[in-house]
């Protein structure tokens, strides 16, 4: 056992204990740095980010949690366009994704796709999606691939509260728990679908029980909480890998921004974002860890710095980058080659 | 829209965020003041949905406008709209009308990426049963929707996101624009160039001052306003006179909007056309979000310019 510090009580931490954790802490404080650096490089003068842009500040458990579970090369996850912090936490270069924001050749997507369409095939990032609720049957689409070549891999597919107003949810729900296939569901509930809350969209204001027709296990689980997402979504996964089929989760979460960058947020007090602000994720996980004493003052400052670095330079990069060659839009249409004309 | 559901109460406004949120881009501003959530009414992210309600509604005696936050967003309604609200009049033996007008951003914006930048004109265009309509202006805007409103069929009305903030002389009184009828935007002997909607504004007027101003080329500029029925007649009578032209468009090329145009004047025109008739519209790509590539994906002033001089070997 260590000494016991005598100039202030936060227990003492040893060097490899607790890395794990920290590794999550530092990945969510990344993703909120990217988020907010994000923020500033789109609203300068002069803006370098074009296009519709979603951030992802406040609903970082979700990401990091799934990915602390996630089996790189065998899962996948497919999600929405709000998908710069899945992409992070499942281990996406932040010079490639701010790359991909500027449009820049260097991006994810060659700068083709942008802020909504960041895809990493090697890791099994199956995108973001634009058009609300039209990934959800994706998702079992690849969920069925797994089951089909018996993988043993499960695919985590996310979408937002307003998706699941899309007939597409009852369609594919219906078909996954029909077939059986390993996928997971998951509503990251941030209360709001643009600036239609939840109440005023959805009939059953209580979401999980949206998925009572299904026949599939479903709950509402607290999104801000990493350790809670990383139960949840282990326990879901195992199922999917023992072949028992899909569950459907509900992670209640909160955003700090806007829907996207041209969002007043008329539609919200300024006491229910204090409110917010008191459950950060971030800052509840920080102070789980520090208690459980495996956090100092130190690394978690240093860890800051470093992250705030790390996204500097992906700008900084960003930013020399060169564009796509104009003749590269021809480019990625199709697989084949066919004598064909532009 | 204020004005006509003053004037008919049975003409009401749904939508994703018409209501509350004041419209997605503030096109339905006050409206929720003035008449009340009965009538401005906020719908769930529900295309489908929302699109039958208004078919169903508008075939037992109501004048719905829904509003598409994209018209990219209709392609997961398409159903309602193609099967539905353009086949109840034909199928039911004119039994039942359906006077509904589906409005919302068309076309490319800006780095909107390639699922929310669709030019779905010619989607609509080809299906018997709608109505298309598109304006290239405020006036147009305005005179064009009232007109559609008052249909008794149902109408695409097609906008554009990068149209919403021109502006223009538009009458405060009530006038409307006949649907139907192409506008002779700017009468000339050379050549005659047709366009509309969001190409017209954004680059096609510019071409055309540049082949008057700087080429001496004589310009006709017909702006078609509506794209079903399309006013064959006076784009026949037009190429008559001047024996050559070009159309332009930000449709992809093969199976285009333009082509269509193409095809009905081509063979009234035959003996008149003293070129080929030239078609400028998109590279066949999805749109790239890089905004370089999305601008060299369209048609430009310069690519329009050397359209129409070597239609007229200049
Ligand atoms: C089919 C379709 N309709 C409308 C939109 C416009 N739109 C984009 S995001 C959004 C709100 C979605 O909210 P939610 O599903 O809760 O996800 P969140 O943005 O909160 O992450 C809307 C209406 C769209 N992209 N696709
Ligand atoms: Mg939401």
Redesign the interface.
């Known amino acids: 056992m260590s000494v016991a510090n005598h100039v202030d009580h936060a227990p003492v931490v040893s060097e490899s204990k607790g890395q794990a954790e920290r590794d999550r802490l530092r990945m969510m404080m990344l993703i909120r740095r990217f988020e907010e650096r994000t923020y500033q490089e789109y609203t300068k003068p002069g803006q370098k980010i074009g296009g519709f842009c979603h951030l992802y500040s406040g609903q970082e458990a979700v990401a990091v949690g799934i990915a602390s579970i996630f089996q790189k090369g065998k899962d996948y996850l497919i999600n929405a366009y709000r998908c710069h912090g899945h992409s992070l936490a499942l281990g996406m270069d932040p010079r490639a994704a701010m790359a991909e924001l500027f449009g820049k050749a260097t991006g994810c997507s060659k700068g083709k796709g942008g802020s909504m369409h960041f895809f990493q095939a090697e890791v099994g990032n199956l995108g973001g999606h634009g058009i609300v609720g039209g990934h959800i049957p994706l998702g079992l689409g690849t969920a069925f691939a797994q089951m089909y070549k018996k993988t043993g891999g499960v695919t985590f597919c996310l979408f937002g509260d307003g998706a699941i107003n899309q007939g597409t949810f009852n369609e594919a729900l219906n078909m996954a728990s029909l077939y059986k296939v390993p996928a997971i569901f998951i509503v990251e509930n941030n209360g709001v679908a643009m600036g239609t809350q939840v109440a005023r969209a959805s009939a059953e204001p209580e979401l999980a029980k949206r998925a009572s027709g299904y026949h599939m296990p479903y709950r509402a689980i607290d999104g801000n909480d990493i350790d809670t997402v990383i139960a949840e979504m282990n326990e879901a996964a195992q199922r999917g890998r023992r072949g028992e089929g899909p569950t459907f989760l509900v992670a209640n979460t909160y955003r700090f921004r806007g829907h996207s960058m041209s969002d007043a947020m008329k539609y919200r007090s300024k006491e229910e974002m204090e409110q917010a602000k008191l459950r950060d994720p971030i800052s509840l996980y920080e102070i789980r860890l520090r208690e459980k004493g495996l956090l100092t003052d130190e690394q978690a400052d240093a860890m800051e710095e470093e992250v705030a670095e790390v996204v500097a330079d992906a700008v900084r990069q960003a930013d020399v980058d060169p564009h796509p060659m104009l003749e590269d839009r021809f480019n990625d249409v199709l697989a084949e080659q066919y004598p064909l004309q532009k | 829209m204020t004005e006509e559901m003053e004037r008919d109460e049975n003409v009401f406004l749904m939508g ?2 018409v209501a ?2 004041n419209g ?1 881009y503030k096109v339905s501003e006050g409206m929720l003041d003035r008449f009340g959530p009965k009538r401005v009414i ?8 929302f699109a039958g309600l208004g078919i169903g509604a508008a075939t037992v005696g109501l004048r719905p406008i829904i509003e598409f936050m994209s018209w ?2 209709t ?2 309604c398409l159903d309602q709209i193609v099967n539905n609200a353009a086949n109840i009049r034909y199928m039911s033996g004119g039994q039942f009308k359906v006077p509904i007008t589906f409005r919302g951003g068309n076309g490319i914006a ?7 930048s669709h030019r779905v004109e010619t989607i609509y265009t080809r299906i018997p049963g709608l109505t298309v309509v598109t304006p290239s202006t405020p006036y147009e805007a305005k005179g064009l929707l009232k007109t559609s409103i008052r249909s008794d069929d149902p109408v695409i009305f097609l906008e554009n996101e990068k149209m919403l903030n021109d502006a223009g002389d538009v009458p405060e009184e009530d006038y409307t624009i006949p649907i139907g009828v192409a506008n002779i935007e700017r009468p000339g002997n050379d050549i005659t160039i047709i366009s509309y909607g969001r190409p017209l504004q954004r680059v096609v007027r510019h071409a055309v001052q540049a082949l008057v101003n700087d080429h001496g080329i004589d310009v006709e500029l017909i702006d078609v306003r509506t794209l079903r029925p399309l006013d064959k007649n006076t784009l026949i009578e037009s190429v008559k006179k001047t024996n050559r032209c070009v159309i332009v468009d930000e449709d992809y090329g093969y199976c285009g909007m333009g082509a269509g145009i193409l095809h009905q004047i081509q063979k009234p025109c035959f003996d008149y056309l003293d070129a080929p008739i030239e078609y400028v519209h998109s ?4 749109v ?6 999305e601008e ?2 369209m048609p430009s002033v310069d690519r329009i310019v050397a359209a129409a001089r070597d239609v007229c070997y200049r």
């Open positions: 994703e965020e509350e949120y997605a906020d719908t769930p992210i529900s295309e489908a949905g990219s967003f392609l997961v800006h780095q909107l990426g390639a699922t929310h590279d066949e790509i999805p790239p979000f890089n905004h370089f590539l060299a994906m």
